[in-house]
T-cell receptor, first 115, second 115 residues
Framework: AQKVTQAQTEISVVEKEDVTLDCVYE???????LFWYKQPPSGELVFLIR??????QNEISGRYSWNFQKSTSSFNFTITASQVVDSAVYFC????????????FGTGTSLTVIP | NAGVTQTPKFQVLKTGQSMTLQCAQD?????MSWYRQDPGMGLRLIHY???????DQGEVPNGYNVSRSTTEDFPLRLLSAAPSQTSVYFC??????????????FGPGTRLTVL
């Protein structure tokens, strides 16, 4: 069965610190997608990244970077030089592309960046 | 492009009442889904649709009905509201294929309280 675990429930960092959010997933599928979404205090869900299971290249987008390791079934998210605007709940998700794009979400990590 | 829209934004119901949460998208996405978000549990799939006329159950379908008569609309019906259905409801849509395949875009959410 598909499962996503975000073991860090809450994290607090001081502005300009780097922070890594962990995501571990379980699936028997060989083809799947992994995602990160941001949910700021306003409540909407903002898409950040999609990663194909066949592409293990790390990705960097500005202050954000993602480390995908199939060997450990992990898809970790790092924010460099954190800012107050990064304060949000971050969700990792796994998609079951055989079953009509069902998403399996982790329980989220609440990040607070202290000025 | 309005993206994914949901109405209403807030709703208070009494136990036993019924109502319909509306969801519409203007991106010509094949896939549409409904999720509920509860504290500490992430987002859980209620129902989903892979195209007009086709729907299926997700992880937590009990007490909810859906239909999909057009590509654009995917309403969620609460048949007889219960306090356990107090939650934030998100609608999402995605393409079936192509470069953005399976990336779900979410509506702003409906906050429902059942008294």
């Amino acid at each position: 069965a598909q499962k996503v675990t975000q073991a860090q429930t809450e994290i607090s960092v001081v502005e300009k610190e780097d922070v890594t959010l962990d995501c571990v997933y379980e699936t028997r599928d060989t083809t799947y997608y992994l995602f990160w979404y941001k949910q700021p205090p306003s409540g909407e869900l903002v898409f950040l990244i999609r990663r194909n299971s066949f592409d293990e290249q790390n990705e960097i987008s500005g202050r954000y970077s993602w480390n995908f390791q199939k060997s450990t079934s992990s898809f970790n998210f790092t924010i460099t030089a954190s800012q107050v605007v990064d304060s949000a709940v971050y969700f990792c998700a796994l998609s079951d592309i055989k079953g009509g794009n069902q998403f399996y979400f982790g329980t989220g990590t609440s990040l607070t960046v202290i000025p | 492009n309005a993206g994914v829209t949901q109405t209403p934004k807030f709703q208070v119901l009494k136990t036993g009442q019924s109502m319909t949460l509306q969801c519409a998208q203007d991106m010509n996405h094949e896939y549409m889904s409904w999720y509920r978000q509860d504290p500490g549990m992430g987002l859980r799939l209620i129902h989903y649709s892979v195209g007009a006329g086709i729907t299926d159950q997700g992880e937590v379908p009990n007490g909810y009905n859906v239909s999909r008569s057009t590509t654009e609309d995917f309403p969620l019906r609460l048949l007889s509201a219960a306090p356990s259905q107090t939650s934030v409801y998100f609608c999402a849509s995605s393409y079936r294929g192509g470069a953005e395949a399976d990336t779900q875009y979410f509506g702003p959410g409906t906050r429902l309280t059942v008294l």
